[in-house]
């Protein structure tokens, strides 16, 4: 509508728009500490329009009116910034490498820490679990899975999932090398699929924004997939630092497809471990 | 009977209404059958009915003629009871009349006598008179004037009997006389005589009454026998009457039973739900037998034609038509008049009778085309061989609504069922269509959460490509400034290359010029040192003789080296001049031979020269820079060969002349034949100390070749000798430019050969100006592997290295560098990251990652900074050129202190003896010892005899566990305690692992990686001793030497699960003299405030509380501590990751006393700590 009232449909409309989303996301960061200031801006924008148009909004700026007097809509709005999508075993080749490369070098250590961060609605946090099971190491490993979007991580803590997804997570798992089947590890009923509790025993659930929040600890594998994509730069360097100092020596760092360390202020602090598939190790005197 | 016309036509409209009804609603069989029944009903009512009111109508008629009978007897009664009445009239009259004399007898008698016997008469007659009066009276109510008399005697009686009385009284009282007196007055005998007079005249009337009464009787009498005459004729009439009404019902009642068995019966034939064809057939078969029909034909309604739908007692073979139409013959005709059609007493017919014995056609024929509400909905033919029942006509006129009816209703079911079927089939379609929606539906909710999941899959792509494109927009920057930095760096080279060519150029030139000048004082001093050699003054000792000889010599070397350089400088220059003439080939082999054939003698070579076939006699050439291209040739084969032959061929190769020198001598490695003709260069860098030489030979050698237009070439096994082939062209145009072209452009060379590889710059000579001490290295002797390919700075760290007492390794280039590491193992390494093939970072890497080579210490110099990258790679440490001689010293300094630490000991406990093996084999190298034992009590033995800088422990051993093992060591103080890495097989348990990393900080698991992470945490342990703590920690640890008196004794609780923040806060703490109580989540924290809180010397002071944390986090835990009335001052410092201030308002919230953001900050926290703890 704006395009076509405006002769140039792009950098006028832009620019208000550009200004509206700053204004509108220092509204959100400043009154309930959601911090997407740091995100690229693009996507931001492209999602806050999805927002704008479901919650019926002429402009941001009605938005952000909104936003600012009904705070329950902070938690709708949550998750439209936040890309709620993953799948069991996304890509099957980053946990094939894991179990061949990556696990081989945490079998040597007693106790295992674990940081999945951004890790949505659970399905990483329970490839991971799972994984682990199959290669004996559950029992030592504490598993940090952290999101801002308190309600995906309900739905993690739940860990429940439509029944119809099982199918691409089933061969998923087989492709990422399973050594059993996945529905030793589900029940279903009412078309969903519940998975096994035990799974997350040895799982801290917290919301944690890599935005604004420090370290809480040390850890031997950070899995952070595709959450970076929607970092600009500066935040991108700030998370993969909270990495940094989270992992130990020698620690890895597991991160998106699409994501590399390569331009990252930071990436003299890790090499490369599997290049196809976004692992790195953390240097010995980083 | 017009009634019972009314009555029986009603039924009938009522039946065909009702019919007509069923057709419309096709109404069920049953109902019809009800009408029917009910219409068979009405009839017989009405037969009844008609029955009945005639038997009523004669019972009329005798009642009539009784009443008329009863009246005429009543007539009759009345009219002798008034006979009688009269008589009583006369009779009474007369009566009085007596009875009155009677009075007056006995008065006369009782006046006469006196005697009262006499009064009785008088005295009865009194009540009489009375009586007789009244009853006169009554009878003659009904004639008044009658009445009128009888009043008039009744006043004549009244006085008579006054009188009488008066007289018998007075005769009582007063004597006969005064009675007399009275009767003689008369008056007595007047009234008598009154009375007579009266008493005639009614009794002459009552005579002629009962005159007239008696005739009346007789004329009752009359009346009464006519009327019974005339009712009983009547009566006969009636009689008769009825009987035929009766009789006629009966007939009436037949007919109409049958018609209705008829009708009842076609209904229950054409009962249920049949096919019309049934329904046809039933039909017929009912009706031909109902009606003794023998043939019959059914005709349905199909549009509008006829179509036969069954046959009766017609032979399969008959010509019956199947169909027709309207008007078409006589069925045609019968339904164009609606009506049935009764043909009768035919000859022929088209029906026929057909049975086994013969064929018969009828002689009577009914066709009845069966119709309601004016549809003729079927035709039916009957044939009759005989006389058919009267009322059969009746009947199918009847029947054929019937028929209709149910033709129409078989019909309405067929089409019904076919609708039905239409309409299953339809539901079925609806069904499978509702089925197919509703997958589609499926589908499409599939589809519509797919593209949601892919929209949002999408969006995740969007931000991936975005990534993407912002990570190639990077890449594109960065190619952009690499672009930019090489365009400059092409400027600068441009620039410099036209500065190098001038330069260049000058060098040369001032070489060329120099020559003379060079060899002039050279030339002189040669001679002078010839004259002292000579020693012709005699005056020389033999040892100063020698050192002449020495000069001579040094300068002959010189001189050739002047000349080679010379020559060189020249042809780079372009300042080398051909002069071709025709060359005799022959000679020149002649001369060649003659030349070396000396020093092939010397060295006992045969000397071979060779033309081959076909040679031409001469060749275009310059004969003096062939010559010297040969004779190089020569020469080098003559020197790199100790026996066997030389050969010189001369051989005509497609329009080339070849020359080729083959030697059988010591031959050239493949990855060198590509470097011999780079100036400065030799197959083997040490060869030029055993063969001499200044490696320019064949550089200038090529140069020749290609200023003669032509190609130098080797070919060479190592061990079996080198050929090398000079190619030149037999003619050659010996213009200036080409010659001029041909010292920049090499002309291709012929398939074959080995082409030379320009790529690699020409390296100054390596061991001409520093050389280096690798012959003097001995095992164990200290020494530096200096890495540099400039080589005056390559000298002055080979002579800095001699002052600290280092053996000097010399490297140029990186390949060198990592082949004599990996070959002497130096004790440090001295590294230049700008090396002439690769990065000296790529060393760095490649020496770390070298088993053989990682402990060396390096040490990287360099013009670039690169210092992070080479400090993570490992390197001790790092200068940035130029770099000042203190520094310099400063920096080996280092390195000799870091070697200066005694030999590494690492003391091994491992109960397997191939694992053992294995480890010290991993660990041990130049500066690692390592003692490896079986059990855990020879370690306690060598642990009580020696140090050791550390322990690799394997948990299980024979004799005692680990644990135990350790728990020992800790507690004993009579042995030493070096720092563990736990090396076990075994999975530990967590609290086992919380137990052991009381004493050891690494613990590694046996399995795949383990050999290479034991590696790496020894190596790192090793060398990590001198800082253990960060800066940070250690300058506090300076500043809090002396012991914090607000701190010391103090407990405090820390509640953290990360490892590194117990050990920083720990380490923190306890210097200052706190005590430290550790809790790895919020239920060991309260576990641990419980049990402390009872004993006053172990009471928690203050306690610092992670928030995110297993099994209970710390904001819950916080709550459970307020909640217990103990605590509720107890200082608690919450320790959060979480950065906004509301998360940190939480933990205010939770009930703590102070939060602290993490990472933690030292200074900060032992402030916060002063704070909160209590004083």
Redesign the interface.
Known sequence: MDAKISPDPHRPVGRTDDIEIRLLLEAIFQKY?YDFRGY?M??VK??LNQARQKFGCATLSALQDRVLHEPELMTELLSFLT???SELFRDPQYFRTLREKVI??L?????LKVWIAGCSTGEELYSFAILFREEGLE??T?F?ATDINPEALKKAEAGIY?L?RLKLFTENHRLSGGKSSLSDYYRTAYGAAVFDKSLRK?C?F?D??LA???????THLCSCR?V???FD?ALQDRAIGLFQ?SLI??GFLGL?????L??SRRS??FSEFARGERLYQK???? | MLLIGCLSSRPYGHQRQTVAAVGRGGIGDATLINLLKKAATDRQLRTDLIISLSLAMIAVFFVISGMISFLNVRTLNRNAELVAETHEVLLGLNNIMSLLKDAETGQRGFLLTGEAAYLQPYEEALPAVENQMMALERAMESQPHQVRRLQAMQGHIDSKLAELTRTVDLYRQEGPDAALVVIRRNRGKADMDAMRGLVSDMQDETRSIRQARLVERQEAFVTAFASVLISAVIGVILSVAITWMISRAATLRRRSEWLQSGQAGLSAALLGEQRLDQLARNALIYLAKYTDAHAAAFYAADGSAYKRAATYGVPVDDDLPKNFTRGQGLLGEAVVDGKAMVINNIADSHLTVGAALGQWRPKHVIILPAKSDGVIEAVIELGFLHAYPPATADLLERASEVISVAVRSANYRAALESFLEETQRQSQELQTQSEELRVNNEELE?QS?ALK?SH??L??Q???????N??LQ??AA?LEVQRDDLSRAKDEVDVKAIELEQSSRYKSDFLANMSHELRTPLNSSLILAKLLSDNTGGNLTEEQVEFARTIQSSGDDLLALINDILDLSKIEAGQMEIHPEPVSLKRLASDLERAFAPVAAQKSLTLITRLGAGVPETVITDRQRLEQVLKNLLSNACKFTEAGSVELAILQDEGRIVFTVKDTGIGISPEHQHLVFDAFRQADGTISRKYGGTGLGLSISRELSRLLGGTLAVASQLGLGSTFSLSLPLANDWSRDELRRDTKVAPPLPAGLPEPLPERPAIPMPRSDVGDDREKLKAGARSILVVEDDPSFARILYDLAHDLDFLCLVAHTAEDAMATAQQYTPSAIVLDVGLPDHSGLSVLDRLKRDVRTRHIPVHVVSAGDYA??A????AVGYMLKPVKREELIDAFKRLEARLDQPMRQILIVEDDEVQRHAMCKLLASQDVECVAVGTAAECLEKLKDQTFDCMVLDLSLPDASGYSLLETLSQEESYAFPPVIVYTGR??S?D??QK?RRYSRS????????P??LL?EVT?FLHQVVAELSPEQQKLLKKAKHRDAMLEGRRILLVE?????VYAVTNIFEPLGAIIAIARNGREALDTLDKTQELPDQAIDLVLM?????EM?GLTAMRKIRENKAWKKLPVIMLT???????QERCIAAGANDYM???LDVDKLVSLVRVWMPK
Do not use: W
């Open positions: 500490h690229a693009a996507s492209r999602r890309v709620q999508v081989p070098h079998r040597t250590y007693p106790s029992s030592r504490l940090y439509d119809d040895n801290v917290s944690h924004s604004t929040d420090a370290v809480f600890a040390e595709n970076l994509i929607y730069c100092s020596r020698k998106g497809a699409k994501e590399t390569r331009f003299e602090a240097r010995d005197l980083a | 599939e959460r999941e949002v899959r969006e995740q969007q931000a991936e490509l975005e990534q993407t912002y990570l990077e890449q960065q992070h990258t400090l993570s790679l490992g999975e530990i967590y086992d692992e052991l613990i590694i698991i046996k399995g795949a990686k383990s290479e992470r790496d790192l699960d990360d490892v590194r923040n992670d928030v995110m944390m297993p986090d990751a979480k950065a906004m201030k509301d998360d953001a993490k990472p």
